[in-house]
């Protein structure tokens, strides 16, 4: 198992109501931030996806 858990690509976006593909804002983080609770750790988990380190392991196929 991962260091990462379950992570099923486009949960965050399902959540917002947007389109798999379409960008994810900094409104949209700290939409899903100020939902607390789950949606908060997918925030969270976008906003570092941004960063690359993760973006990268994904479009790798490392995670899915």
């Known amino acids: 198992m991962s260091a990462f858990g379950h992570i099923h690509k486009g949960a965050f976006h399902r959540w917002l109501g947007k389109r798999p593909g379409e960008p994810i804002t900094a409104a949209d983080i700290a939409r899903g931030k100020a939902a607390g609770g789950h949606a908060a750790k997918m925030a969270n988990f976008a906003k570092n996806a941004k960063g ?13």
């Open 52 to 64: 690359g380190f993760t973006k990268k392991r994904m479009d790798a196929g490392l995670l899915k």
